[in-house]
């Protein structure tokens, strides 16, 4: 089983920047696709990014050019950089493991685990 550990939530001012790394224990997870999710308050959780085992990736078409999701396999961490934060970006931000070897534009049905979640806030 494998735990993910989100962090780098915080409050922020509109148009910064913000990096938030997951880190993951357990078991590696060099394989599985991962990804983030977000939810606001009084919305349903978002999938936003997601990358596979080729470090191939998929983005919400609204984060697209903003979000950059990443891996570091050394590490057992997944990355999500937010780029020109805006109050629309103010949410929960999880993480998520999903199934091995299966490519990142698949779907969010395709993930079985989240962390507990980091809090971005965005000042205007």
Do not use: H
Request: hydrophobic share 35%; net charge neutral; with cysteine.
């Amino acid at each position: 089983q494998v735990q993910l550990v989100e962090s780098g939530g915080g409050l922020v001012q509109t148009g910064d920047s913000l990096r938030l790394p997951c880190a993951a224990t357990g078991r590696s997870i060099d394989t599985n696709l991962m990804g983030w999710f977000r939810q606001a308050p009084g919305k349903e959780r978002e999938s936003v990014a997601a990358i596979d085992w080729r470090d191939n990736t998929s983005y919400l078409d609204s984060v697209t050019g903003r979000f950059t999701i990443s891996r570091d396999n050394f590490k057992n961490t997944l990355y999500l950089k937010i780029n020109s934060q805006n109050p629309e970006d103010a949410a929960v931000y999880y993480c998520a493991v999903g199934a091995k070897w299966t490519p990142a534009d698949f779907g969010s049905s395709y993930f079985d685990s989240w962390g507990k979640g980091t809090k971005v806030t965005v000042s205007s």
